[in-house]
């Protein structure tokens, strides 16, 4: 007769044939019975059954009492089907089971073993499953279910992970540094989230981190949250707790805190502490400590250790090791390049989340992440290595015996007072630097003529004007400083839109950085690249391609291709191509720019889904209006995931969403995203920001479009008023409402006025812009429509030929504009459609 664990197994392989398609399961029963050859014919029994009843029932001991005390009196419990064993702890334990409704799916229900249930124990594990159903976060296992047997014994139903360990996963994908700690992030990620919802994990392990593959690619799902555990012995990857409370926690991964018996508030910091030991780990294949040797040990012994001795530092334990080659290997790496790449930021960071004193350790999950993120992105990271000083005093307190007697104590305070003295120097220093910047901050906020003030009236632009006039005498005797500053208020009059009132600021950070810190310094680059920005807003387009071309030339030699800030610089020059209408030359830059931030990024950045905005811009321009259209979608999709709907990059995809509406003539839903793009933009940026003004200007086009003229003269005139004032008449921008105004005028039949103001915009664009920019190309073909319209044949024919030589954008089918209806049949106009289709396609072939 089969054992209860035959049955098991039994039931298992059927139960997973009949999962399959008919056409796999004969191969997949061949290769199951293969393993097990005495079970074939129970096998076969019960698929011929299912096959006439239309159900599986298995009889004998799986439906009845089994002997296992753990799992109580049968193998069903509720909906649940119990297949096998998954692990068993001090006070309970894991099985796979069978979901059979409402959903089929495959859980892992965990239970109180039989005869421990009291009503403590209840209470307790009650609690945690109440918090437990709390949460909803990617990498933390979901609670389905929980209740209790007929008998009382509690169970809870959770999502089942078919994964490793996550250090298992990493090893045998042999993910390289960069990969293990995306990963690692993630978990950090999903403790926040626990610690947010009030809940510590205190037991936090690779064996409770297990990753999954979602489409391919790796998902860390965290499990055993608060579960509390039975008294264990103390060895690696068991769970330490004793009924006193006073520990609870693996050691090897618990904090020093959780083994010190005077600590009663253990709080989340000790989640950090463990996420350090498994973090180390991940970098290093070895645990901070050998555990190995502590059955051995004493109990006392092993937490006085965890307690007081520091680890070292990662790159340390790998170069120190015998074997150092096998860790470098499961990194897809050499042990040089593991130990250099370990060296440094990365020792300071595993160092500072194992801090025996939790005041110095990362203060949550999340800035232990933050930190990861800034190496990934070659930021400068907060964690530093303790100092000699520090260093000395906690050496002093372990071995203050020892050191009284020891002869060299006299060189060592020596070395105390030297350190002290250029600690004080420091200080001093960057205390005269805070008091100047507290003199000059609080001189921003004096008004010292009361009729300036009006009473309370005083806003926070009057305040940053005033300090902008004053920064130069303010901060004069610390250039460094004023620098810093200008640069400081040019970013919050940029943000505003106020670029003219930027420009002067970012200048003169510029000029004094370079002076100071040489042409090659993070932040005289940073000054340049703001500054060409700046120069691109004002439309200075020159100025702007030079600088930004010296700032990219620089950073390309410097930092290397695939830092951020190069790749940055890079696109800052496609910007400058696409405006001035060059878009062979910026598809090709965007795409480029495109492809590095997924790679380097990745592929929801920010950045990156900038870049991709960028190329849905470049295909508008070319015409292929349907594509742009997708790719905005898609990218207004995922910037409203990542950033939210009110983020200024999101709000800039809509309103550039509904330009490629226009063109295909969907004007009802272009109007509805752009009256609601404007209402935001006015709440959260400002009714003179330009991004506000941009959907002004949009949603008059989209008014004259769909036939409502009147109402497009109304904000064309507003959105004309606010650019002169702000940019100024010879702003691009400005420029740009003139010639739509115009249009407007020309929908209304107010032609005269119309040329009028045509005119106007050309003369300023030909001086500022030049002949052949495409905003000068296309105020000319809008007059030669005008023309066209009024019956002045002549006059639209010259000046439509004038636009299609001089930089006519090729999204613009001068053959399908009913303007120019009156001029088909005309050999000129002829002759003009058919030089703008031999410049279409000698683009292609370039």
Not at 213 to 235: H, N, S, W
Not at 402 to 409: L, N, Q
């Amino acid at each position: 007769m089969a054992t209860p664990d035959h049955w098991l197994k039994i039931k298992e392989i059927v139960g997973t044939a009949l999962e399959r398609a008919p056409s796999e399961r004969s191969a997949f029963l061949d290769q199951a019975c293969a393993k097990h050859p005495e079970l074939r014919t129970e096998i076969d029994s019960l698929l011929a059954a299912h096959a006439e009843a239309g159900a599986l029932s298995l009889p004998h001991p799986l439906d009845t009492t089994v002997t296992s005390a753990a799992v109580g009196e049968t193998r069903m419990i509720g909906p649940y089907t119990l297949i096998r064993e998954l692990g068993v702890g001090g006070m309970g334990q894991v099985w796979l089971a069978q979901q059979t409704g409402p959903v089929r799916r495959r859980i892992a229900l965990k239970l109180i073993k039989a005869g421990m249930y009291d009503t403590t124990v209840v209470q307790r594990f009650q609690a945690e499953r109440q918090s437990l159903a709390t949460m909803e976060h990617p990498a933390i296992a979901k609670v389905f279910d929980a209740g209790a047997t007929p008998t009382g014994q509690p169970y809870l139903a959770m999502e089942y992970v078919d994964g490793p360990p996550i250090t298992e996963y990493c090893d045998r994908k042999k993910l390289t540094i960069h990969e293990r700690l995306k990963l690692f992030i993630r978990v950090c990620e999903g403790v926040q989230h626990a610690h947010q919802k009030a809940i510590i994990h205190r037991d936090l392990k690779p064996s409770n981190i297990l990753v999954a593959e979602v489409d391919g690619k790796p998902v860390p799902r965290i499990i055993d949250f608060g579960l509390a555990k039975g008294t264990a012995t103390a060895m690696p990857g068991q769970t330490l707790f004793t009924q006193a409370g006073a520990f609870l926690g693996t050691p090897g991964y618990m904090s020093p805190e959780q083994a010190s018996p005077e600590l009663h508030d253990v709080d989340t910091r000790t989640d950090v502490y463990s996420l350090g030991v498994v973090l180390y780990e991940l970098l290093t294949g070895f645990l901070p400590f050998d555990t190995t040797q502590w059955k051995k040990q004493r109990l006392e012994d092993v937490l006085r250790q965890l307690r007081e001795e520091d680890p070292q530092r990662p790159s340390a334990k790998v170069s120190t090791n015998r074997n150092p080659g096998a860790p470098a290997e499961a990194r897809s790496t050499k042990p040089g390049h593991l130990v250099s790449l370990l060296k440094g930021d990365l020792d300071w960071i595993a160092l500072k989340a194992l801090e025996k004193d939790r005041e110095r350790r990362y203060g949550t999950p999340s800035a232990l992440a933050a930190d990861i993120e800034n190496y990934l992105d070659h930021r400068p990271v907060t964690a530093r290595a303790a100092g000699v000083v520090y260093r000395a005093q906690k050496y002093v307190r372990r071995h203050a015996a020892g050191v009284t007697v020891f002869a060299g104590i006299a060189a060592l305070v020596v070395a105390f007072g030297i350190m002290q003295a250029a600690e004080l120097r420091r200080i001093s220093r960057e205390r005269d630097r805070a008091d100047r910047v507290t003199e000059f901050m609080t001189n921003m906020f004096k008004v010292s003529d009361p009729s300036e003030a009006r009473g309370n009236s005083v806003t926070a632009r009057e305040i940053l004007d005033r300090a902008s006039k004053e920064i130069s005498p303010g901060l004069a005797k610390d250039p460094e400083l004023q620098a810093q500053m200008m640069e400081t208020m040019g970013e919050v009059y940029w943000s505003l839109g106020l670029y003219s009132q930027a420009q002067p600021l970012f200048q003169k950070a510029l000029d004094t950085r370079r002076r100071l810190l040489g042409a090659e310094s993070p932040d005289t680059l940073t000054s340049m690249d703001r500054l060409a920005r700046t120069f691109e807003r004002l439309g200075h387009y020159q100025q702007s391609e030079e600088l930004m071309r010296e700032t990219f030339e620089i950073r390309n030699r410097v930092l290397g291709p695939d830092h951020p800030d190069t790749i940055a610089a890079k696109k800052g020059i496609a910007n400058i191509a696409l405006v001035e209408g060059r878009n062979a030359e910026a598809e090709k830059l965007y795409q480029e720019v495109l492809d590095s931030l997924r790679r380097v990024r990745g592929p929801d950045h920010p950045d990156t889904l900038k870049a991709q905005f960028s190329m849905a811009l470049v295909l508008g321009n070319k015409g292929q209006n349907a594509q742009a259209e997708a790719l905005l979608r898609d990218t207004m999709a995922a910037q409203t995931r990542v950033l939210g709907r009110e983020h200024p990059d999101t709000l800039v995809t809509m309103t550039t969403l509904t330009r490629s509406l226009t063109t295909l003539g969907r004007y009802t839903e272009a109007e509805k995203i752009l009256r609601e793009t404007l209402e935001t933009k006015r709440r959260v940026l400002g009714p003179e920001h330009s991004e506000t003004l941009w959907s002004m200007f949009d949603l008059g086009i989209v008014l004259r479009s769909n036939g409502h003229p009147v109402e497009a003269e109304k904000i064309d005139r507003e959105t004309l008023e606010i650019r002169s004032r702000v940019l100024g008449a010879d702003h691009p921008e400005t420029l740009m409402s003139m010639s739509e105004l115009a249009e407007t005028l020309d929908d209304l039949h107010r032609y005269a006025e119309a040329e009028k103001l045509y005119r106007q915009t050309l003369a300023i664009q030909q001086r500022v812009l030049g002949l052949a920019h495409p905003d000068t190309a296309n105020t000319k073909y809008n007059m030669a429509c005008s023309f066209a319209l009024q019956g002045r044949r002549d006059e639209a024919l010259s000046m439509l030929r004038d636009a299609v030589d001089h930089g006519l954008r090729a999204n613009v089918n001068i053959e399908q504009d009913t303007d120019f209806q009156s001029l088909h049949g005309d050999p000129r106009f002829a002759a003009i459609v058919a030089s703008r289709h031999m410049l279409a396609e000698s683009q292609k072939s370039n």
